[in-house]
């Protein structure tokens, strides 16, 4: 599932290639209302290949240990994480910008593995969001201001979302 979802980000950025980055108008700019209606696509376009490889690896790898939760979890959890990325960069991102990426997403489940052990107090599911954070901890620096380009907004609000998404989604207990 994950392999379709990352196929269908390469084929919508050779159609925008194709037609000289006529999606790139689906990205978001912020606090324009008519702007809300892309904050769902803007999630699934990228600015160029160098952008989309960016993102390809850490999608693919984070989105397959959570879709291991079950597929109706899975897209319940990138359909908040997606809501609360956009929006958050609809509402504080720089006026006149324009953000589009999957790396909103790629926080997201970062944000949602680290915390979803603990939350629903599963070993093995703390055991993957400590060896997550082992492995991609270095991205959170991504959700801080600074490397001009890069919408530490959609990172930043991504890791809340996820966040927001293990809470909202917790397992209950075992009795």
């Known amino acids: 599932m994950v392999g379709g979802w990352v196929a269908l ?7 925008d290639t194709v ?12 606090r324009q209302v008519g702007e809300l209606r892309d904050v769902v696509p803007a999630a699934f376009l990228h600015f160029g290949f160098d ?4 993102n390809t690896l850490p999608l693919m790898v984070l989105g397959f240990l959570a879709a291991l939760s079950g597929v109706r979890r899975f897209l319940s959890v990138v359909a908040v994480i997606i809501l609360v990325s956009g929006l958050g960069v609809w509402l504080v991102a720089p006026a006149n ?10 926080f997201g489940l ?12 599963r070993v093995g599911d ?10 991609y901890g270095s991205i959170l620096w ?7 380009g890069v919408s530490w907004q959609a990172h930043l609000f991504g890791l809340i979302g996820g966040v927001v998404a293990a809470l909202a989604f917790r397992r209950p ?3």
């Open 51 to 54: 952008h989309l490889v960016a």
């Open 9 to 15: 980000l390469w084929l919508l950025e050779i159609i």
């Open 173 to 175: 207990r075992a009795a």
């Open 110 to 121: 970062f944000g949602y593995l680290v915390v979803r052990g603990f939350v629903d107090r």
């Open 126 to 135: 703390v055991l993957v969001g400590l060896l997550v954070g082992a492995v």
């Open 97 to 106: 910008s324009l953000t589009a990426g999957a790396s909103g997403v790629v």
């Open 142 to 148: 991504g959700a801080l201001p600074g490397e001009t």
């Open 19 to 30: 037609t000289d980055h006529a999606l790139d108008t689906y990205g978001i700019t912020p």
